[in-house]
Nanobody, 124 residues
Framework: QVQLVESGGGLVQAGGSLRLSCAAS????????LAWFRQAPGKEREFVAA????????YYADSVKGRFTISRDNAKNTVYLQMNSLKPEDTGVYYC?????????????????WGQGTQVTVSS
């Protein structure tokens, strides 16, 4: 059973930065594609960023491209989301997800494991 635990969320002013971390259990971390999703109050969970198994390919939502960077350290079983130039509309609960099988990088249903989320609040 894969377990994912997010950390690094908090309250930040617009224009500031945060780095989220997601630590995974198990010895098969490098076998999974990984992603970050977020969910604002009253809205559906939306795709933010994804990274393939080797870390050589990344995907970003248009709303965060150029501001956010996803990376992974397979030796530490950890995936990161560096968030710069934060905006109030980035506010939400951020979730880490792992994909055990091939599928779309963008769709919620293609991911098999989810963390419990970490709150990010950006004030104006």
């Amino acid at each position: 059973q894969v377990q994912l635990v997010e950390s690094g969320g908090g309250l930040v002013q617009a224009g500031g930065s945060l780095r989220l971390s997601c630590a995974a259990s198990g010895r098969t971390f490098s076998s999974y594609s990984l992603a970050w999703f977020r969910q604002a109050p009253g809205k559906e969970r939306e795709f933010v960023a994804a990274i393939n198994r080797s870390g050589g390919t990344t995907y970003y939502a248009d709303s965060v491209k150029g501001r956010f960077t996803i990376s992974r350290d397979n030796a530490k079983n950890t995936v990161y989301l560096q968030m710069n130039s934060l905006k109030p509309e980035d506010t939400g609960v951020y979730y880490c997800a792992a994909q055990a099988y091939s599928g779309s990088a963008y769709l919620r249903n293609s991911y098999d494991y989810w963390g419990q989320g970490t709150q990010v609040t950006v004030s104006s």
